[in-house]
Structure formats: structure tokens, C-alpha cells
T-cell receptor, first 115, second 112 residues
């Protein structure tokens, strides 16, 4: 089944404790992206990757890191999480990075709480 | 820059009622427009899309028409069901850039 998977689905952690949220897609997509969803703000892009070893900042990159060593994986790293990073996170992928009508496929989401 | 303004929610309707969720946008060039739906506990799914002016996207009884003159992409359904209860997001994307710009989302609840 074609899908985007994220792990973990739920995470409660404390301020300053490094964490990684994994994202994997099995559709051989070139483009991958991370979004965060907050009430009243919709989804905002954190980082994106046009292809392996190519990553760039989105609208809200502060406090996050990403890497793209393999085509299928795009982990989101929080080196020192803070309470304002409590949010619902979505990974997404699409066939190419050239936009237009390409559909983006979303993972099920990771609900992160930072105490 | 790009922006999407969506009808504020939440919206509560009775089953079989007519639904309209308003969406207007600001963008340079000729963006593609999308409606995504998020069912409880799930990720976003593409509901429908339109890629040029006057295109009508449709799926599962939902429709939206790309109106360039009013920069709008309103979502409509003639007869809603309880299973349509979800959060709906309007979004746009410019050609040559994969980034999606989302509205704030509209929570829809359908009561039997």
C-alpha cells in the first residue's frame, strides 16, 4: 500500500531532551516536507527536501533540523525541544518538487507535547 | 506572498443540509487550488483540486470552482452526511514550487 508513515504517533517529552520523529514513504517520491498544525494557524511548512541531500527551510524552521540521506526517509530532529514546539506534526511527500497539480500525500501525524 | 483565507468555524449542520465553506486566496501568477479533508485522528487527504481558472474539481459529492475574477474556491455539497464530519482545509500552490499554503481549516460537524 502506498503510504507515508510517521513514528511515533504520540510523544510526551520534557524541555531540552533531544528527539527525532521519523518519516518514511514507499512511493519513490522526490519531494518531502514537514508541517506543523496549530489551532487557528492551519498548517505551516517547517522544512522541505527536493531530493536526496537537498533540504531547505520553510516558513517556521527555528528549532528544527532535518536530513535526507535516503530518498524514502526524512526525519525531523528537535535538538532541544521547548514548550512552544508542542504541536501536531505532519510529514508529506509528492512525486516531484515542481508543483502544479502534483498531489501531496500526508502521513497520519505525530502529536508532540513538550513539558 | 501567498495567503488563503477560510470561513471561520466550527460549522454545524443537520444531515442532508446544503454545505458551503468559503475560501479566498491571494497569490502571484496562476496557482493550483486544493481542498484537503482531515478526518478525526488521521492525516490530510486530498479531496479535490483545480489547476486553472473556471476548472471545477469534484469528488464524493463535493465541488469547488476556481474563480479567478473573485480569487475564490468555495467548497459545496448538496446534501451532507454524518460521515462528512471532519476538518476541511483550503490550500494553494504555485507552479514550480511544491510548497502548499493552507488556510486555517474549518471544522464541520453533521448531526443526524
Amino acid at each position: 500500500e502506498a503510504q507515508v508513515t510517521q513514528n511515533p504517533r504520540y510523544l510526551i517529552t520534557v524541555t531540552g531532551k533531544k528527539l527525532t520523529v521519523t518519516c518514511s514513504q514507499n512511493m519513490n517520491h522526490e519531494y518531502m516536507s514537514w508541517y506543523r498544525q496549530d489551532p487557528g494557524l492551519g498548517l505551516r511548512q517547517i522544512y522541505y527536501s527536493m531530493n536526496v541531500e537537498v533540504t531547505d527551510k520553510g516558513d517556521v524552521p527555528e528549532g528544527y533540523k532535518v536530513s535526507r540521506k535516503e530518498k524514502r526517509n526524512f526525519p525531523l530532529i528537535l535538538e532541544s525541544p521547548s514548550p512552544n514546539q508542542t504541536s501536531l506534526y505532519f510529514c508529506a511527500s509528492s512525486l516531484t518538487g515542481t508543483g502544479g497539480s502534483n498531489e501531496q500525500f500526508f502521513g497520519p501525524g505525530t502529536r508532540l507535547t513538550v513539558l | 506572498g501567498n495567503s488563503v483565507t477560510q470561513m471561520e468555524g466550527p460549522v454545524t449542520l443537520s444531515e442532508e443540509a446544503f454545505l458551503t465553506i468559503n475560501c479566498t486566496y491571494t497569490a502571484t501568477g496562476y496557482p493550483s487550488l486544493f481542498w484537503y479533508v482531515q478526518y478525526p485522528g488521521e492525516g490530510l487527504q486530498l479531496l479535490l483540486k483545480a489547476t486553472k481558472a473556471d476548472d471545477k474539481g469534484s469528488n464524493k459529492g463535493f465541488e469547488a470552482t476556481y474563480r479567478k475574477e473573485t480569487t475564490s474556491f468555495h467548497l459545496e455539497k448538496g446534501s451532507v452526511q454524518v460521515s462528512d464530519s471532519a476538518v476541511y482545509f483550503c490550500a494553494l500552490r504555485n507552479f514550480g514550487n511544491e510548497k502548499l499554503t493552507f488556510g486555517t481549516g474549518t471544522r464541520l460537524t453533521i448531526i443526524p
